[in-house]
């Protein structure tokens, strides 16, 4: 029953992807997904995980090598591709694009991965050295302005000091909003 109608379905991985590589250098994977369609069960008035149904998924090439890396068993994926073969209560399903549900996991890419820093253990702050003498009490000056360190750009500073319409910034003299007042 092939068709060429590009369908979206979204499943769990079950099993290691097999990744081959042919004679003419071209890189194919094949995975195992398991959907369970939603099914409403009219008497129960309530939603209800339907019958299992089995896909075995083909990708080729950069894809491929990209499956291979980044999914294992239990990984819930959208995939889009077309049905090439339906045998034995198994869809034989062709995938163009695949992509990992963010439903229950946080997934990166090369360009957002944490930096190593992100990941270093966090070490106690060392006390600092006393000095041996202190130095005599300077009369107060005006507040020194950091340097910024962050990447918010300089409107977002302008706009939090002056307090954006309808919010008000914590510890703020004004009362806090309160209920209509009846005499």
């Not at 079950?14 to 003419?24: K, L, M, P, S, Y």
């Not at 068993?73 to 959208?78: A, C, F, M, N, P």
């Not at 990166?108 to 992100?118: D, F, G, I, K």
Request: glycine content about 6%; aromatic content about 6%; some cysteine.
């Amino acid at each position: 029953m092939p068709s060429d109608l590009v369908t979206p379905v979204t499943g769990t991985v079950t099993g290691d992807v097999e990744c081959r590589i042919t004679e003419t250098g071209t890189v194919i994977a094949r995975f195992r997904l398991t959907v369970r369609p939603r099914e409403w069960d009219a008497r129960a008035r309530a939603w209800r995980d339907g019958k299992p149904v089995a896909y075995i998924c083909t990708v080729w090439r950069d894809l491929a090598r990209n499956a291979a890396e980044s999914l294992t068993d239990g990984v819930t994926v959208l995939v889009h591709g077309r049905i090439t073969e339906v045998r034995d209560n198994t869809v034989w399903f062709s995938v163009d694009e695949l992509g990992i549900s963010l439903r229950q996991r946080i997934a990166y890419t090369e360009q957002s991965l944490p930096s190593p820093q992100a990941a270093a253990p966090i070490s106690a702050p060392q006390p600092a050295a006393v000095p041996a003498a202190r130095p005599a009490p300077q009369p107060a000056a005006a507040p020194a302005r950091r340097a910024r360190t962050d990447s918010r750009p300089r409107w977002w500073e302008a706009e939090r000091s002056q307090g954006w319409p309808g919010f008000t910034s914590p510890g703020a003299d004004s009362p806090p909003p309160t209920a209509a007042r009846t005499r």
